[in-house]
């Protein structure tokens, strides 16, 4: 009989710390996931069951700094969650998507070959670059051509704007004055200097190729997607782009107004999400609007709150960080700012 009470005085304490150790909070090392998960929590509102089940999978996915650099961060952090949040929290996360008019997958690899390298195939300068080959003086003779040719560009756009001149023709003296400006700063440069600027951008082209293939993998097993799912989306994608472009192009020619151009974008990402609530069954959409939803959520609390910007309550005008980096596009950055 003592025996027999010994055990249930056992099994009591034991049920009783086991409960204790359920209810207690999972807390995150590291800052920015700590900012992420509040923030969530703040915007959305989650059970302490489903913060906790949030915060366990960012402290095995993103412990140190993985989330950082791990394009599949958020992936597995989504795939986990899908299983674990309420039809009630997802329903609220889903609208916060809806109210922030967010494209599935931030474009998905919709304008993949539209970047080119950091300075796009444009031919376009990456500024950064430049200024890390520089030595001091070059760097204050830099900053002087910069200002210089800001004065200039900012005395086009005042005329283009009070009708002086019209839009073609300031589109075309700021595309000299650009020329010209790249041409003073390459004069700057040394033949050395030069070559470790093409030796960089080899090397950053090289790995956004593999940070947007490491993403796309990603992306492929979380969803468990078949072959046909992945053509089908690139064929979404590409017909995506197409019509993007086609639209801003409209819009620079001033053959549509800005008011006409956010509502055809606007229409143009609800038809691009309908394309793939049918391509995807219904567990791989939830997957993709709770991974889409949590970039949101990143960039809004944790990457402003790294860039010292205190957060963002407008929404997110940004998602460049590493993680979603190979989703970006030019055309669907500049849809964004258009629609905000």
């Given at each position: 009989?003592?025996?027999?009470?010994?055990?249930?005085?056992?099994?009591?304490?034991?049920?009783?710390?086991?409960?204790?150790?359920?209810?207690?909070?999972?807390?995150?090392?590291?800052?920015?996931?700590?900012?992420?998960?509040?923030?969530?929590?703040?915007?959305?509102?989650?059970?302490?069951?489903?913060?906790?089940?949030?915060?366990?999978?960012?402290?095995?996915?993103g412990?140190?700094?993985?989330?950082?650099?791990?394009?599949?961060?958020?992936?597995?952090?989504a795939?986990?969650?899908?299983?674990?949040?309420?039809?009630?929290?997802?329903?609220?996360?889903?609208?916060?998507?809806?109210?922030?008019?967010?494209?599935?997958?931030?474009?998905?690899?919709?304008?993949?070959?539209a970047?080119?390298?950091?300075?796009?195939?444009?031919?376009?300068?990456d500024?950064?670059?430049?200024?890390?080959?520089?030595?001091?003086?070059?760097?204050?003779?830099?900053?002087?051509?910069?200002?210089?040719?800001?004065?200039?560009?900012?005395e086009?756009?005042?005329?283009?704007?009070?009708?002086?001149?019209?839009r073609?023709?300031?589109?075309?003296?700021?595309?000299?004055?650009?020329?010209?400006?790249?041409?003073?700063?390459?004069?700057?440069?040394?033949?050395?200097?030069?070559?470790?600027?093409?030796?960089?951008?080899?090397?950053?082209k090289?790995?956004?190729?593999?940070?947007r293939?490491?993403?796309?993998?990603?992306?492929?097993?979380?969803?468990?997607?078949?072959?046909?799912?992945?053509?089908?989306?690139?064929?979404?994608?590409?017909?995506?782009?197409?019509?993007?472009?086609?639209?801003?192009?409209?819009?620079?020619?001033?053959e549509?107004?800005?008011?006409?151009?956010?509502d055809?974008?606007?229409?143009?990402?609800?038809?691009?999400?309908?394309?793939?609530?049918?391509?995807?069954?219904?567990?791989?959409?939830?997957?993709?609007?709770?991974?889409?939803?949590l970039?949101?959520?990143?960039?809004?609390?944790c990457?402003?709150?790294?860039?010292?910007?205190?957060?963002?309550?407008?929404?997110?005008?940004?998602?460049?960080?590493?993680?979603?980096?190979?989703?970006?596009?030019?055309?669907?950055?500049v849809?964004?700012?258009?629609?905000?």
């Amino acid at each position: 009989m003592k025996k027999l009470t010994s055990l249930l005085i056992v099994a009591l304490f034991a049920t009783i710390g086991c409960e204790k150790l359920m209810k207690e909070d999972i807390l995150l090392d590291d800052p920015e996931l700590q900012a992420f998960s509040d923030g969530l929590d703040t915007d959305i509102g989650l059970s302490k069951s489903s913060i906790n089940a949030l915060n366990d999978a960012l402290n095995r996915h993103g412990k140190d700094g993985r989330h950082r650099r791990d394009p599949a961060f958020l992936w597995k952090v989504a795939a986990e969650m899908q299983g674990k949040l309420s039809n009630e929290e997802k329903e609220r996360l889903f609208g916060w998507m809806d109210d922030n008019n967010v494209p599935y997958l931030y474009g998905g690899g919709m304008d993949a070959k539209a970047r080119g390298g950091p300075g796009g195939d444009r031919g376009g300068m990456d500024l950064r670059a430049v200024f890390a080959v520089l030595n001091e003086a070059q760097r204050e003779a830099l900053k002087s051509i910069m200002d210089s040719y800001k004065g200039l560009m900012d005395e086009v756009m005042k005329k283009a704007k009070d009708g002086t001149i019209d839009r073609e023709a300031a589109q075309a003296e700021l595309e000299a004055l650009e020329a010209a400006m790249r041409a003073e700063i390459e004069a700057l440069l040394t033949d050395e200097q030069k070559q470790r600027l093409e030796d960089m951008q080899a090397d950053m082209k090289q790995k956004m190729e593999e940070m947007r293939q490491a993403a796309h993998d990603a992306m492929v097993r979380a969803l468990e997607m078949t072959p046909d799912q992945e053509s089908g989306l690139e064929t979404i994608n590409k017909e995506s782009g197409e019509a993007q472009r086609a639209l801003i192009e409209k819009a620079r020619a001033e053959e549509m107004s800005r008011d006409d151009l956010k509502d055809a974008l606007s229409q143009l990402i609800a038809d691009r999400n309908s394309k793939i609530e049918a391509l995807f069954s219904d567990k791989q959409i939830e997957i993709i609007k709770i991974y889409t939803a949590l970039g949101m959520q990143y960039s809004k609390h944790c990457r402003d709150k790294r860039d010292g910007k205190g957060g963002n309550t407008g929404g997110s005008r940004s998602v460049s960080y590493t993680h979603l980096r190979a989703h970006e596009t030019d055309s669907y950055l500049v849809c964004r700012l258009l629609l905000e």
